[in-house]
């Protein structure tokens, strides 16, 4: 495999359910990142990780809580979701967190919170 | 706060020239990117400014102008495969802030 992963592509869970979004780079890259994309309005930044260190949290929700267990995988989990929470996740990485860094993105993960 | 302007939609005709406005009021400022996005699919990097002036690469260029807080994408010889979404995003170190998007529409 090659570029960045993300599984599952969809994703339907009630509002009680308990969920985890994962995501693969294959880059050898040392920045992830999660955000958050709904309809008509801007990609929202909601973490990013260096070297496995959370380095920025963009006020997000308790309700996710993302883990970066090494510099290849980012994991979001998700509990007691709310309906406007209902958006495509995409995880993305890039060689570090300095400012000239190009991102690369995965295809997303498409959530519906029923 | 952080604010980021862009038109929502463009369409022009194969072969033309079009250009992408986008202004920005970031309280920090790195650099301007450029985004596409075709419909399903993921973002994919196209261009970085950090300095004021016209950056080429191929048929798209970018142009940034840091007094004015405005940037530009201008793509030429447009194709159909350019229908897509083009997003600005200000890089502010750690954070990147983007715009919503301009949706480009490109007919026979």
């Known amino acids: 495999e090659t570029g960045v992963t993300q599984t599952p592509r969809h994703l339907v869970m009630g509002m009680t359910n308990k969920k985890s979004l994962k995501c693969e780079q294959h880059?050898?890259?040392?920045?992830m990142y999660w955000y958050k994309q709904s309809a008509k309005k801007p990609l929202e930044l909601m973490f990013v990780?260096?070297?496995?260190?959370?380095?920025e949290n963009n006020s997000v929700p308790s309700r996710f809580s993302p883990e970066c267990p090494n510099s290849s995988h980012l994991f979001l989990h998700l509990h007691t979701l709310q309906p406007e929470d209902s958006a495509l996740y995409l995880c993305?990485?890039?060689?570090?967190?300095?400012?000239?860094?190009?991102?690369?993105f995965g295809p997303g993960t498409r959530l519906t919170v029923t | 706060g952080q604010s980021l302007e862009q038109p929502s939609e463009v369409t022009a005709v194969e072969g033309a020239i079009v250009q992408i406005n986008c202004t920005y009021q970031?309280?920090?400022?790195?650099?301007l990117s450029w985004y596409q996005q075709h419909d399903g699919g993921a973002p994919t990097f196209l261009s970085y400014?950090?300095?004021?002036g016209l950056e080429e690469t191929g048929r798209f260029s970018s142009f940034l102008s840091r007094s004015d807080s405005y940037g530009y994408l201008l793509l030429q010889e447009l194709q159909m495969k350019d229908s897509a979404s083009y997003f600005c995003?200000?890089?502010?170190?750690?954070?990147?802030?983007f715009g919503s998007g301009t949706k480009l529409n490109v007919k026979p």
């Open positions: 993305a990485s890039s060689q570090t967190t300095g400012p000239e860094r190009e991102q690369y």
């Open positions: 880059l050898g890259h040392n920045a």
């Open positions: 990780y260096s070297l496995e260190e959370r380095v």
């Open positions: 970031t309280s920090g400022f790195y650099g």
């Open positions: 400014n950090a300095l004021d």
């Open positions: 995003a200000v890089n502010n170190f750690n954070k990147f802030y």
